[in-house]
């Protein structure tokens, strides 16, 4: 019973730590957003949105393995203290997949 009630704990904790940036889907942006821009605008947009991706994507893997740290020696996900960049990282998820509806639309090279 004692090993059921840690594992219960555990589970409970680890239930709680943020995501990785793999497993968070994109958010909804709507590909109108982006219209007024040309193709060579777009294809600066999109390395701009990629390179702020990878940058939260990096941040929010350090939330995720301090989340599995902090619970596995303190039972504590810090994350769900003091926040994490799943947010970020979900809308420049969605910019990216917009940018590339429109520059589809838009008979863009894409690069």
Do not use: W
Not at 18 to 29: D, G, K, L, T, Y
Not at 51 to 74: F, H, I, P, R, W
């Amino acid at each position: 019973m004692k090993h059921f009630f840690t594992i219960l704990v555990l589970a409970t904790a680890l239930a709680g730590c943020a995501n990785r940036p793999e497993s968070i889907h994109a958010s909804f942006v709507p590909h109108e957003k982006f219209i007024h821009l040309d193709c060579a605008a777009m294809a600066t947009r999109m390395v701009d949105t990629r390179t702020e991706l990878e940058k939260y994507s990096e941040m929010q893997n350090s939330k995720a393995t301090g989340d599995t740290v902090g619970v596995l020696l303190l039972g504590i996900p810090f994350s769900k203290l003091f926040g994490d960049y799943e947010g970020d990282v979900a809308r420049l998820k969605g910019e990216t997949e917009a940018l590339e509806i429109m520059q589809t639309e838009k008979k863009c090279k894409q690069g």
